[in-house]
């Protein structure tokens, strides 16, 4: 099945540096890439996706690439604020199966 | 929409008590998943439906897990006999495949077996 790994596990960055997480996954056949933002005691929630057909999304401060050739996908958040501190996951998954494969989650702490 | 409904929210018992966590997908959604989430073993798919037919079940741990969904609007996963080891955050996400693949999640039970 699908693998996916994620670095780092943890994050401190100051207020209004960038944070950047890496994912990798194994399956060439995996084709939809999540990312989901989990605060404490809270429910995971989809914060941005990117489909194999794109290399670059954006919204707002948050934007994901994908290098499909080097089987691995970013997530980046700029100007980062308090309100970003979060477990954020990232996910993969293939046309004909519905199923999320997660990363092991980064834990984002932005220092004010 | 209320978005996706589980209940209970918490739930504590006592080891060999049978469990039972429900789930409210979004109206409209055709497929559903159940995940169990720990710190040791991060987000872990356990089973998902499609249309109610149960399509991958093989995350359930063992015979002690069981889901169903005996109709688009309901799903149910049950622990019988629940072990120390079962405590976890259970998910519930639904989907609607025909408009990509966004998953989204409920706030989950919090299980805690004694």
């Known amino acids: 099945g699908e693998n996916v790994e994620q670095h780092p596990s943890t994050l401190s960055v100051q207020e209004g540096d960038s944070a950047v997480i890496k994912c990798t996954y194994s399956?060439?056949?995996?084709?939809?890439f999540p990312w989901y933002k989990q605060e404490l005691g809270k429910r995971p929630q989809l914060i941005i996706d990117?489909?194999?057909?794109?290399g670059e999304k954006k919204d707002q401060r948050i934007a994901v690439t994908l290098n499909k050739t080097a089987k691995h996908f970013s997530l980046h958040i700029t100007e980062t604020q308090p309100e970003d501190s979060a477990v954020y996951f990232c996910?993969?998954?293939?046309?004909?199966?519905?199923?999320?494969?997660f990363g092991a989650g980064t834990t984002v702490t932005v220092r004010a | 929409d209320a978005g996706v409904i589980q209940s209970p929210r918490h739930e504590v018992t006592e080891m060999g008590q049978e469990v039972t966590l429900r789930c409210k997908p979004i109206?409209?959604?055709?497929?559903l998943f159940w995940y169990r989430q720990t710190m040791m073993r991060g987000l872990e798919l356990l089973i998902y439906?499609?249309?109610?037919?149960?399509?991958?079940d093989s995350g359930m741990p063992e015979d002690r897990f069981s889901a169903k969904m005996p109709n688009a609007s309901f799903s149910t996963l049950k622990i019988q006999p629940s072990e120390p080891r079962d405590s976890a955050v259970y998910f519930c996400?639904?989907?609607?495949?025909?408009?990509?693949?966004?998953?989204?999640f409920g706030p989950g039970t919090r299980l805690t077996v004694t």
């Open positions: 996400a639904s989907s609607l495949m025909t408009s990509g693949y966004e998953q989204y």
């Open positions: 399956d060439s056949a995996s084709n939809y």
């Open positions: 990117i489909r194999s057909n794109v």
């Open positions: 996910a993969a998954s293939k046309g004909n199966d519905y199923k999320l494969s």
């Open positions: 109206s409209g959604h055709n497929s």
């Open positions: 439906f499609n249309n109610n037919v149960p399509i991958d």
